[in-house]
């Protein structure tokens, strides 16, 4: 019972948890975000969707659909998630120089032994 404890209340399965729990209510506001896009779309060329398209006799309009929404999706996250926080994190969090590495410092005490 001890191990199943401890299974429990480890920080790993915690934090998997709260990252489940986010993702799911992130994924509500992306989609919801990408409904209001459609919305804007259909607005100035008709409905976005095409489910009824059947070029040539080819059921295409929910793959076509689906095709749009991923790339408005897409760009959702990347231009409303990853670059505002890929700025923040670099305006705030910046890089520490790297400094001399493992490397650099094995060649100096090669170049002072070698000296000798």
Do not use: C, N
């Not at 929910?62 to 996250?77: E, G, Q, R, S």
């Amino acid at each position: 019972m001890d191990g199943f404890k401890k299974f429990l209340l480890q920080g790993d399965l915690i934090k998997l948890a709260v990252a489940f729990i986010m993702g799911g209510a992130f994924a509500t506001v992306v989609t919801a975000t990408v409904t209001v896009i459609m919305d804007l779309i259909g607005k100035l060329g008709g409905t976005p969707d095409f489910s009824g398209w059947k070029p040539g006799g080819v059921h295409l309009g929910d793959w076509f659909t689906a095709v749009v929404a991923f790339v408005i999706m897409a760009a959702v996250v990347y231009f409303m998630i990853v670059k505002p926080y890929t700025a923040a994190k670099e305006r705030y969090f910046p890089d520490p120089d790297p400094g001399e590495t493992e490397i650099d410092i094995l060649k100096q005490i090669r170049d002072s032994i070698a000296v000798r």
